[in-house]
């Protein structure tokens, strides 16, 4: 392919809308170009990279016993009913209906046409284990779209789905997608981290998101310094340590209650400053509604309310802060002066290191008043002692004690054991060896191919542009040719490209008619791997110039030894076990 002839459209300024390195880099890279808000039209050289991706996806799930399939984009509401999620999914789902009337939304995931079809086709234990996957556009009405790929509405999904017929095979088909996914993501050339999550809409217990550490991530993720322990922010948990057991109300000498008016001081930052005592001695009490009722929700005064782990503990659908009208009703007061004395009517909930607080502060449920000395079992209890609270850096590790630290993160794939939630909404069951019918163990794992791209640039760039890994660059050489005009230097370079394309090496030719400081700054901004030169100080000794992308120094090559050094550079990264992706009948031709 001639550079002259590839819809490659680079740009010199940075857009404007673009708020991220990768979403910057792969418009002024040409990679693709904005449809409208979240939704992309990928060009030549971006789409090249995707297809690389999948390449490597689909070798990595196949290896593993995956089966590809294609599920249809469109899906019949019927199905979501079934399952709830039809109303559960909110407006993020894309609805439309037929001209019958039929309701039918653009598929953001596939868990329920792929159980609807498991449920038909299988019916013996015979038939199980399997596994089916497939690699196709998903739809999201994100109400905020942004960072280009990583956060958009019309995105490009590997999504897998096992079958098994107990726990322990669902353990396997687990630990077996784990393990691809960690094979995939290393050979993209990301470095992941898998750290526990929430399953969110998806469902199940067990699932663990794979993580590229990196700036610009919208998830915070917390890992120990010292053990393997990693978690999202939503679902980790940290040690809770004190020399003191709580709830006998006699292990620290504390005075009675004092009552103390506090005008005006509604916030903890307020309170510190007009008491003189660090937030670690206050007690927040924050008023939620939980699906149909009201609860009063305890952390300590420099914490705060995680509502997914809140949700889980109190088995709830949803949870929100209560409104001003509620908090009043509930507790007497005004917002900001909520306390769990003498709080009647309402279940209490208290995060772990509340009762550990023995002389607290908190709010009197009386404007403008606060109470002072207040200690767990002797003043208040509560009805539900869990973890609710968001962990930080800085807290201890719950497996080793170690310190946690904190990173933002891109999720580019996710693995769930969604357990029977789903074969038992839509009654997906097999016979066992004795004839007995049972529920189907499903298990489901996911890869943002679209946001994977994305990541890949996140974690390889540069002042100058992106810096490719070999295995997923649109080409892996960039044959420049200083002087096309030059009979001599475009004949030298044209049989170097046939040479790279016969030895498996992909390569473009810029042949275009710029001066050779615009086609440098366009293969560093655009990644190749590889840069060729053929100009007139090498050519006269029937050589070339070959740069590295990630390497300041040039090489000075005849053109055999060249072609051999890319080659030797190149295939370990190519294909799996080596294999090179294009075989020499893909030569494009120029």
Known sequence: MRLSALLAPTLREVPSEAEVVSHRLMLRA????????????????????LKKIMAIVREEMDAAGSQELMLPIIQPAELWHQTGRWAEYGDEMFRLKDRHGRSFCLGP??????TDLVRSEVRSYRQLPLILYQI????????????????????????AYSFDRDRAGLDVSYQKMFEAYQRIFRRVGLETRAVLADPGAIGGDDTHEFMVLADTGEAEVVYCTKCQYAANVEKAA??????????????????????????????????????????????????????DRVVAVLV???????????????????????????????????????????????????DLEVPFIQDGVTGANKADTH??????????????????????????????????????????????????????????????ETGQERLIEMGCYGIGISRTMAAIIEQHHDERGIRWPISV???????????????????????????????????????????AGVKFNDADLIGFPFR???????????????????????????????VRYLQEQIAPHVGRGGALVESRSCHPGI
């Open 136 to 159: 196709q556009n998903k739809y999201r009405d994100e109400i905020r779209p942004r960072f280009g790929v990583i956060r958009g509405r019309e995105f490009i999904m590997k999504d």
């Open 238 to 291: 940290a040690r809770v340590l004190s020399p003191e057991e709580p709830g006998d109300g006699k292990s620290v000498a504390v005075p009675p209650l004092q009552e103390i008016s506090t005008p005006g001081v509604r916030s903890i930052a307020e309170l510190e400053a007009f008491l003189g005592l660090p937030a670690t001695q206050m007690i927040k009490t924050l008023i939620y509604k939980a699906d």
């Open 371 to 432: 109470l002072r000395h207040v200690v767990y079992g002797r003043d208040y209890r509560a009805g539900l002692v869990a973890d609710v609270r968001f962990v930080v850096a800085g807290d201890l590790c719950p497996e080793c004690g170690g310190t946690l630290a904190s990173a933002r993160g891109i999720e580019v794939g996710q693995v769930f054991k969604l357990g029977t939630k789903y074969s038992a909404a839509l009654g997906a069951t097999y016979l066992d």
């Open 30 to 49: 040409g990679l693709m170009r904005k449809a409208a808000g979240g939704i992309y039209t990928y060009l030549p050289l971006g789409y090249r990279v």
């Open 473 to 515: 660059a649109p080409y892996h050489v960039d044959l420049i040719v200083i002087n096309p005009a030059d009979s001599a230097q475009l004949q030298a370079a044209e049989s170097l490209y046939d040479n790279l394309w016969e030895a498996g090496v992909e390569v473009v030719l810029d042949d275009r008619d710029e001066r």
């Open 300 to 350: 300590r005064g420099d914490r705060e309310v995680n509502e997914l782990k809140l949700a889980r503990a109190l088995g709830a659908s949803s949870v929100e802060p209560a409104d001003a009208a509620t908090v009043e009703k509930a507790t007497g007061a005004p917002v900001g002066f909520a306390g769990p004395v003498g709080l009647d009517g309402l279940m209490i909930v208290a």
């Open 532 to 562: 060729v030169v053929v100009g007139p100080r090498t050519l006269g000794e029937g050589k070339v110039e070959v740069k590295a992308r990630v390497q300041d120094e040039a090489r000075i090559l005849p053109f055999d030894e060249a």
């Open 109 to 114: 995931t596939h868990e329920e046409i792929i």
